[in-house]
């Protein structure tokens, strides 16, 4: 929604009624992924991409039908091997594509959640009956829409898996469940070469990155410039001003009890999806002994990546970095983190699931 919403603004200030274009599935390769949107506006102008430039003139053509009253459509295409190619993929694939016209009650209130950085899941009807209804569903309960009430539910488990979904309800109705709200975050308890190199990492996939340390000669602008946030204070204090969340990774980059234990005892007892911390096996080992000194269950302790990142033979704290990182992406998407030549399922698939 992001890349659209200037102009869908700028289209607006003019009165002009605007029709969207979303992916809502994909199977094997496909040029965009899911949730790319194509905006087209009255007076013709696009916005967006749903493939990378091979079906949008057909596209375009369905949302100017759907501009003029036509009813919203879910179009399916087959990507050829040679059209593949000339958008830059090795092979062919398929792709979903809804076209619709929004309500200006709705494309407000989606202004407002992208702008505020909300977490809200918007229930699309693109196959079934009512085609085209929609309900969008804030974190906090509030909702719009007279999409189907049954999948509200579902809301808080769509915002922790952090992904669109195409559900498959009785009857044959399939709805697509977008889900919007602010970027992961990273936090990094430790100024060290390594935090720096995660941070700047992570920002180059659109983290949002904090580091945090009690030294506060260390913990400089100029020593970690990729952090959004810099943090002087001791584990708990930055982790009470944190807070974080079911979409917040952590990751303890010291090796001193004295910051360890109180920065990995208060992550675990966060909503942190991920909490990893540096040093060797034996240091972990002696690590694992203070935290069950202060009160860590067996249980808990398990959860920790330790030492984090993925066996890459890593070297250098950019090499660490990389390890680390990578092994936090799996984590969130429930994924082995081995060579994909050994993955079992498909490398890119989105299939419906049964709501």
Known sequence: MKEVLADIERWRAKGEKIALATVVATRKSAPRPVG??????????????VSGGCVESEVYGVACNVLEGAKPELLSYGISDDLAFTVGLPCGGEID?????????LIDRLIGVVEREERAVLFTVVAGEPLGAELLVAEGGDRLGDGPEELVDQVEELLRGGRNTLLD??????????VFGPPPRLFVYGAVDTG???????????????????????????????????????PEEALARVQPDYQT?????THDDKFDVPAIKGALESGAFYV??????????????????????????????????????A???????????????????????????????????????PA
Do not use: Y
Request: some cysteine; aromatic content about 4%; charged content about 25%.
């Open 169 to 178: 309800l009785n009857g044959g109705t399939k709805v697509f469940a977008e």
């Open 196 to 234: 720096e190199a995660l941070c700047k990492a992570a920002k180059l996939i659109g983290w949002k990155t904090i580091l945090a340390d009690a030294r506060g000669k260390f913990a400089t602008p100029e020593r970690i410039p990729s952090a959004d946030e810099l943090i002087v204070g001791w």
């Open 276 to 313: 990893g911390a540096l040093g060797s096996r034996r240091n972990q080992q002696r690590r694992r002994e203070r935290l069950l000194e202060a009160g860590v269950g067996e249980a808990e302790l398990e959860r920790i990546s330790g030492p984090a990142g993925l066996d890459i033979g």
């Open 36 to 49: 790319s949107k194509l905006a087209i506006s009255g007076s013709g102008d696009m916005a967006g991409s």
């Open 249 to 253: 990774a952590v990751v303890v980059l």
């Open 315 to 353: 070297e250098s704290p950019a090499e660490t970095a990389l390890s680390i990182l990578t092994e936090i992406l799996a984590v969130r998407a429930r994924r082995s983190g081995g060579p994909l030549r050994h993955a079992k399922g498909r490398i890119h698939v989105e299939e419906a699931q």
């Open 97 to 105: 594509v809804f076209v619709e016209t929004v309500p200006n009650a």
